[in-house]
């Protein structure tokens, strides 16, 4: 039997969730529209607050930067992305604050958030060297991967101020015990988010537009050693990306066949949970493989559609579902072991 209770701060917490949702889809949107570079500095744009669109405003804009043309339509989606993700700063800095007022009440988490606090500040100097760097794929990767990484916990934070599957009398009978199994399905998971974060950052996710095969092959033309090499020099301009075709389909390559791995292994995973696992654990367990079941189809769709900009958003918001989904899955089963 369980007790719960909701803690100081859940509110905030599940608001601030839904918040780095939003700041989850616009930077995939900002990215997937080509309007990464939309503002030439940061964190203003052009040197103004909003994006310069008067004939005066933009005279001054080129002037500063004179090359960077004033694309006012890409601009705003680039503007967008910062303001909401300056909101969740703030409302995860109230959480930081909420947490070590209320650090003396029971089950109180206080480490959670502060690390929060730290993990998106650190997200704002990424989205910084984004846009000085120029699109370098490592940064452009490492944000993306941050901002999975604060919704995630958010999301887990959440959880644990809801005071929901707080206290557990004693360990749900099963003969199944997927504990070490879930986790290198977390880990898993965060390389298969990872390879999906280079594929985009790299622009190969075009690289094979058919299915099964690749460009009309099973086992086309690859350059595994350019396509991963994380060493290359800062430098050029990368909107648009630098590498040939072999290197992109090396990418989208290791993509899919990371999507196969993370299917069998999730598969497994749910598919026995729901068979053998704990009747208490079932719904974990559905929602981790409704998650799955829809980032593969969200994937297979931006092959066969042509990468269309809805589906590719989508598809990068799936991802993070899956993630969360994951993460609720392994926390639940800690608990359950508590």
């Given amino acids: 039997m369980m007790t719960s209770y909701r803690k100081p701060g859940f509110w905030l917490a599940a608001f601030a969730t839904l918040i780095a949702i939003v700041v989850v889809g616009l930077g995939a949107w900002t990215r997937l529209v080509h309007a990464g570079l939309g503002c030439p500095d940061w964190p203003g744009c052009y040197g103004f607050l909003t994006v310069p669109e008067t004939a005066s405003e933009i005279m001054i804009a080129e ?155 099973y086992l086309p033309p690859m350059d595994f050693s350019e396509g991963f090499d994380v060493m290359q020099s800062i430098g050029p301009n990368y909107l648009g990306g630098q590498m040939d075709n072999d290197a992109r389909v090396a990418i989208h390559m290791a993509h899919r066949i990371g999507a196969i791995l993370t299917t069998l292994l999730l598969g497994f995973l749910t598919i026995k949970g729901l068979v053998r696992g704990a009747g208490n654990l079932k719904p974990v367990y559905g929602f981790v493989l409704g998650a799955l079941v829809l980032q593969v189809c969200l994937g297979l769709s931006n092959i066969i559609f042509y990468l269309p900009l809805s589906v590719a958003v989508a598809h990068n918001l799936g991802g993070a579902l899956l993630l969360v989904s994951v993460i609720v899955l392994n926390y639940r089963l800690r608990l359950e072991r508590a």
């Avoid at 930081?96 to 993990?119: T, W």
């Avoid at 977390?186 to 594929?199: D, H, M, N, Y």
């Fill in 63 to 217: 002037q500063r930067f004179p090359d960077a043309p004033v694309e006012v339509e890409k601009g705003w989606p680039e503007m967008i992305h910062r303001y909401v993700a300056g909101s969740l700063l703030l409302l995860v800095l109230g959480l930081a604050v909420s947490a070590v007022r209320n650090r003396k009440a029971e089950g109180q988490p206080l480490k959670l958030p502060l690390f929060i606090l730290g993990l998106i500040i650190l997200q704002a100097a990424f989205g910084m060297w984004t846009v000085t760097l120029k699109l370098w794929p490592q940064v452009v990767t490492a944000h993306l991967l941050g901002g999975f990484a604060t919704l995630s916990l958010l999301a887990l934070l959440t959880f644990r101020l809801s005071g929901a599957w707080q206290k557990v009398r004693a360990f749900s009978a099963s003969i199944f015990q997927p504990q070490k199994l879930a986790v290198a399905a977390l880990l898993v998971v965060v390389a298969q988010i990872s390879l999906g974060g280079w594929t985009s950052s790299n622009y190969a996710a075009l690289a094979c537009p058919d299915l099964p095969t690749c460009q009309g092959q």
